[in-house]
DNA sequence: TTTATGACCTGCA
DNA sequence: CTGCAGGCCATAA
């Protein structure tokens, strides 16, 4: 009874990232207070890094408070328009009217 | 256990 | 929203 917690939480935060719809983007706070660790949307971005290897989810729809998308994988942005996901820059959303609501 | 790092958040300006 | 400073939690060494 201690090993567990890990699996856990990638369980609880692929679940909602694969709720989120199509052309919207959710912040990682609001995953973590989904999840109920308001105070570990820090592990999301970790976690999401590894949601990779546990399975194909839409990480690219996730971002950060102030819309901006992840360092170091431009990629994502190609993604998001593709989605139809509105951009005020090369590397910010406009969360306005993307913001994911549940 | 302590230290350092991170796909972050909140508050203030 | 943008930029700076402080803080919370989990992982790795």
Not at 48 to 64: D, I, K, M, T
Request: proline content about 3%.
């Amino acid at each position: 009874m201690k090993k567990i917690m890990n699996e856990q939480l990638i369980y609880e935060v692929l679940s909602v990232v694969e709720e989120i719809p199509e052309g919207k983007v959710a912040t990682y706070g609001q995953i973590a207070c989904l999840i109920g660790r308001d105070k570990n949307a820090r592990l999301i971005g970790k976690i999401l890094s590894q949601a990779e290897f546990y399975g194909q989810y839409p990480c690219h729809r996730v971002v950060n408070h102030a819309g901006r998308l992840v360092p170091g994988w431009d990629e994502q942005r190609f993604l998001l328009l593709e989605e139809g996901v509105s951009f005020k820059n090369s590397n910010h959303v406009d969360m306005k009217k993307n913001k994911w609501e549940y």
